[in-house]
């Protein structure tokens, strides 16, 4: 037996190492069965080229757990270790690997997640156990080995009587740590970290029905008919599926795989994805993968953190930030790279070369998906619009390189239920909307009930009018305008339509200039001017007497604030201003003008005001209630 000390000179590297990596001790199992993994994988590598003799067979990981004992197992089939192998790889490169560590972040555990970056990943076991062995056969056919370390620098290590090649580890797991002795957290643990891993995991057994046992059916004295009971086996439970989607090749698979793996990736999802994308790159990176688009809503807070990162099949996190563009964190699926580096900072990912190219190699390869499921089905694209704008109107807000393939698949749909794409919108529009300044001006309308006498009015126009009510459709079309050349986007409840695209034709006024200014005045005596800025404008005599809008700018200002545009407090603290304009043309406000008593003009004035504000859905609680009970009295 050898026994010996640990070459490192911080005397107490395991309460440091348990110290500093607390915060993320549940990946022990992980480290620890992908080590095991490594293992199994390099053994199936050196029979396959005839440098090992071993036979390969269809070697498994187990995890078992002794809860009397306080002993959990982790036992692979893999390549095992001789004893100077296992002085080489645990006593001394593990422990270069933990000095390092120490050095670099004793007197900080900001980054506690980063064992598998400084090779620390079988030391992350004494984050959990005071005790842990190592039983070790190598496929060479060695002699077998033992080693055990209490957590102090001194180490047992002796030969084993083990007869089978691969390697035993013991954890006698410490008071604080009892958890992980219960059958449920290891399951948890496996099933979060080690679900889609490369070699089958056995977690205990399981009862299933026998395939080869076939019921026999009988009859009874009255003549009905009994099967015996289904005959039950006990099989080794498998917990992981290690040949999951994303590993194969997408001509290997149908839609019918794809919706199967969206499934066993989201059990508790009930809606179907709309359609995948499968990732598959092997040059100036490698990376695999499957994203899903599933249905969306306008919260886009809440679909955030469903894309799974792994690293050769090895879970690492949800949090794909800086991996996957912003704008794709609301898709679902799984993204595997063994060039992103495991369990390092989110400021070290950022800056990583590989990382940035795999984002752009990501956005690239949406956009062409959505492309190429465009031309393929344009009426079924159309029919997700709904469901997958979000991502898309995001994407060009926030990638460069998205907003200039998006002209291609990109749609503008109408109230009347039509798309268009920018091109198709352009073409549509420009005789009818292009104003007395030669600018094209694209009207859209953001509920299609609130503002449906505006809708119609731009509609007798013969003009086109947009359904844009996402949440983010004022930093869009603030992007667009910056971006096509002599374009405005306008709300159809923004001014009067006349006013929205101004033609060169005047309305004349059927109110003298004199009898204008004292229109002007008997208005400014009853409405309200910090809540109404009133102006008249001779408009066809059939347009509305009165009609509130808000100018085009200061409700953007204030939209694109709600949604995340800084800068914008100063719109955000503005009370809410109206424009009322009033039209001189109308036959009621030539009537209020011509009627004798105040009191007439000003309930004239009241109640054609709250009929403007009704139809904005401006009139509310206490104002409400007074119009409809004047109203009833008017009707007497």
């Known amino acids: 037996m050898t026994k010996g000390s640990i070459n490192v000179s911080v005397e107490n590297i395991f309460p440091l190492i348990k110290k500093f990596l607390y915060s993320d001790h549940e990946i022990f199992l992980r480290e620890l069965i992908s080590n095991g993994t490594d293992a199994t994988l390099k053994l199936k590598h050196l029979t396959q080229i005839g440098e090992s003799k071993?036979?390969?067979?269809?070697?498994?990981?187990?995890?078992?757990?002794?809860?009397?004992?306080?002993?959990?197992?982790?036992?692979?089939?893999?390549?095992?270790?001789?004893?100077?192998?296992?002085?080489?790889?645990?006593?001394?490169?593990?422990f270069s690997g933990a000095e390092e560590f120490l050095d670099k972040y004793k007197d900080s555990a900001k980054d506690s997640g980063i064992i598998g970056h400084f090779g620390l990943g079988f030391y992350s076991a004494f984050m959990v156990a005071e005790k842990v062995e190592i039983i070790t056969k190598s496929h060479t056919g060695a002699e077998a080995a033992h080693w055990t370390c209490d957590g102090s620098p001194e180490f047992t290590l002796e030969p084993s009587?083990?007869?089978?090649?691969?390697?035993?580890?013991?954890?006698?797991?410490?008071?604080?740590?009892?958890?992980?002795?219960?059958?449920?957290?290891?399951?948890?643990?496996?099933?979060?970290?080690?679900?889609?891993?490369?070699?089958?995991?056995?977690f205990g057994t399981k009862e299933i029905d026998d395939p080869d046992f076939t019921p026999a059916t009988t009859t009874d004295a009255e003549g009905k008919e009994i099967t015996e009971p289904q005959k039950k086996i006990i099989v080794d439970n498998i917990i992981n599926n290690p040949n999951p989607a994303w590993t194969k090749q997408p001509a290997d698979l149908e839609d019918k795989d794809y919706k199967d793996f969206y499934r066993e990736l989201y059990p508790m999802q009930f809606d179907e994805p709309l359609f995948h994308i499968h990732l598959n790159v092997d040059y100036p990176f490698n990376l695999t993968g499957i994203l899903y688009f599933p249905k969306m809503t306008n919260d886009m807070n809440m679909q955030k953190d469903k894309i799974q990162l792994y690293q050769n099949q090895v879970y690492v996190t949800d949090n794909v930030e800086g991996i996957v563009p912003e704008?794709?964190?609301?898709?679902?699926?799984?993204?595997?790279?063994?060039?992103?580096?495991?369990?390092?900072?989110?400021?070290?990912?950022?800056?990583?070369?590989?990382?940035?190219?795999?984002?752009?190699?990501?956005?690239?390869?949406?956009?062409?998906?959505?492309?190429?499921?465009?031309?393929?089905?344009?009426?079924?694209?159309?029919?997700?619009?709904?469901?997958?704008?979000?991502?898309?109107?995001?994407?060009?807000?926030?990638e460069e390189k998205f907003f200039e393939k998006a002209d291609a698949f990109a749609l503008y749909p109408t109230v009347d239920g039509k798309f268009y794409t920018y091109e198709e919108l352009f073409n549509k529009i420009k005789a009818n909307q292009t104003d007395k300044d030669g600018k094209l001006v694209i009207l859209y309308a953001?509920?299609?009930?609130?503002?449906?006498?505006?809708?119609?009015?731009?509609?007798?126009?013969?003009?086109?009018?947009?359904?844009?009510?996402?949440?983010?459709?004022?930093?869009?079309?603030?992007?667009?305008?910056?971006?096509?050349?002599?374009?405005?986007?306008?709300?159809?409840?923004?001014?009067?339509?006349?006013?929205?695209?101004?033609?060169?034709?005047?309305?004349?006024?059927?109110?003298?200039?004199?009898?204008?200014?004292?229109?002007?005045?008997?208005?400014?005596?009853?409405?309200?001017?910090?809540?109404?800025?009133?102006?008249l404008e001779a408009m066809d005599s059939d347009a509305s007497p009165f009609i509130i809008t808000q100018p085009e700018f200061m409700r953007r200002m204030k939209e694109m604030q709600q949604t995340g545009g800084g800068g914008m407090h100063m719109f955000g603290n503005m009370p809410e201003m109206y424009n009322l304009i009033v039209n001189t043309n109308s036959a009621l406000v030539g009537e209020i003008l011509e009627t004798k008593t105040k009191k007439k003009?000003?309930?004239?004035?009241?109640?054609?005001?709250?009929?403007?504000?009704?139809?904005?859905?401006?009139?509310?609680?206490?104002?409400?209630?007074?119009?409809?009970?004047?109203?009833?009295?008017?009707?007497?």
Do not use: C
């Open 601 to 636: 003009q000003e309930r004239l004035i009241t109640q054609s005001l709250d009929l403007a504000r009704l139809s904005q859905g401006l009139l509310k609680g206490e104002e409400l209630t007074n119009f409809i009970k004047r109203s009833y009295e008017m009707i007497k």
């Open 54 to 94: 071993a036979e390969y067979g269809n070697p498994i990981i187990e995890v078992k757990i002794d809860k009397e004992g306080k002993k959990l197992h982790i036992i692979d089939q893999g390549l095992g270790m001789t004893a100077e192998e296992v002085e080489k790889y645990i006593n001394q490169v593990a």
């Open 446 to 535: 953001s509920n299609k009930d609130q503002q449906h006498s505006y809708i119609e009015a731009a509609k007798a126009k013969g003009y086109e009018v947009l359904l844009l009510d996402s949440p983010i459709v004022s930093h869009l079309i603030q992007k667009l305008e910056s971006t096509k050349e002599n374009i405005s986007f306008a709300r159809v409840d923004g001014d009067h339509i006349d006013n929205l695209i101004k033609k060169d034709e005047n309305v004349i006024s059927k109110l003298s200039e004199e009898q204008q200014t004292e229109l002007d005045t008997l208005l400014k005596e009853v409405i309200p001017s910090e809540k109404f800025a009133v102006q």
């Open 327 to 398: 704008f794709l964190t609301m898709l679902r699926g799984v993204i595997d790279s063994p060039d992103i580096p495991l369990n390092v900072s989110r400021s070290y990912l950022q800056a990583d070369g590989a990382v940035k190219k795999i984002s752009s190699y990501i956005t690239r390869k949406v956009a062409d998906k959505l492309k190429s499921l465009f031309n393929a089905n344009r009426e079924d694209f159309e029919k997700k619009w709904d469901d997958i704008k979000i991502v898309i109107e995001y994407g060009m807000l926030s």
């Open 161 to 202: 009587d083990k007869a089978d090649r691969g390697t035993e580890i013991i954890l006698h797991i410490a008071e604080d740590s009892t958890e992980f002795l219960e059958e449920s957290r290891i399951s948890e643990l496996l099933n979060k970290y080690n679900k889609f891993m490369p070699i089958p995991i056995k």
